[in-house]
């Protein structure tokens, strides 16, 4: 296998494919920097760059949960007065969809020297078609996400008022007498 990334040494590394189509994005982020990081190999060194190469995909359909398209807001400063920026997701996700999830997976990554080269071997692609169509990729499944049901406010409330009742006829039929 030859050498597709500039800069980077890919000898002895495995090419992994993520389809982020309906993935969550801070779970997927994770996933994706324990991988670049190489903690899901039992060879892993902190200090060592031993980590694959990930190539992910659909990277446009990614998720949020609750109000984060709307309200999570990402800020940066120009270095000129006044120039404070911010954009939400929703506005960084029409101006460049991929930017979303290297922001996650970069922030993820400990603040060391070898980020940067770490996040190298990250490939974002907004769709389905992708550059490595002919190596060997291998696929990446995501763990099943543990998700709650979450109860509806009507089903609590009558939860509730069947509990308050039930505690008045107990206290109500020991204090009256039959």
């Known amino acids: 296998m030859s050498n597709h990334l500039k800069n980077?040494?890919?000898?002895g590394l495995r090419w992994r494919l993520v389809d982020?189509?309906?993935?969550?994005?801070?779970?997927?982020?994770?996933?994706?920097?324990?991988i670049l990081m190489g903690k899901d190999k039992p060879t892993y060194t902190p200090h060592w760059d031993e980590g694959d190469v990930v190539v992910v995909k659909n990277a446009r359909h990614v998720e949020l949960t609750g109000k984060k398209v709307k309200e999570k807001v990402y800020k940066?400063?120009?270095g000129y007065v006044g120039g404070l920026k911010e954009r939400t997701v929703e506005e960084q996700f029409e101006r460049e969809p991929t930017?979303?999830?290297?922001k996650a997976?970069?922030?993820?990554?400990?603040?060391?020297?070898?980020?940067?080269?770490?996040?190298?071997?990250?490939?974002?692609?907004?769709?389905?078609?992708?550059?490595?169509?002919?190596?060997?990729?291998?696929?990446?499944?995501?763990?099943?996400?543990?998700?709650?049901?979450?109860?509806?406010?009507?089903?609590?409330?009558l939860r509730k008022q069947q509990a308050e009742g039930e505690q008045k006829l107990h206290n109500g039929a020991s204090v009256e007498p039959s």
């Open 105 to 157: 997976v970069e922030r993820m990554l400990p603040k060391n020297r070898l980020r940067d080269d770490r996040m190298r071997k990250l490939r974002i692609f907004p769709d389905e078609e992708h550059t490595y169509e002919g190596l060997e990729l291998w696929k990446f499944e995501m763990p099943p996400r543990n998700k709650r049901e979450l109860r509806p406010r009507e089903a609590r409330l």
């Open 20 to 34: 982020a189509k309906g993935e969550v994005l801070g779970r997927l982020a994770s996933q994706v920097s324990m």
């Open 99 to 102: 930017e979303v999830l290297r």
């Open 76 to 78: 940066w400063y120009t």
């Open 8 to 11: 980077v040494a890919t000898v």
